[in-house]
């Protein structure tokens, strides 16, 4: 989807296609993250750093990733 398209579903007044909306965004945002915290690691980060960019624990962020 691209994110024009996604942009108008986001402002529908009709709550499925918002939600499907909403459904699209938590699935890139996933990807993305995982995307940034595979290059951070690449690049020699700590779980603790990552997990302090994010705005979470190194504890949660590694269980998330640290596979």
Known sequence: ???Q???ERLRSHDPAV???AVGALHR???QVEAAAVGRARA???SWEQI???LGVSRQSVH???GK
């Open 28 to 30: 890139l945002a996933e």
């Open 18 to 20: 918002g939600l499907r």
């Open 5 to 7: 398209e996604l942009s």
């Open 1 to 3: 989807m691209e994110t």
């Open 43 to 45: 690049q020699g980060w």
């Open 51 to 53: 997990g302090d960019a």
């Open 63 to 65: 269980a998330k990733y």
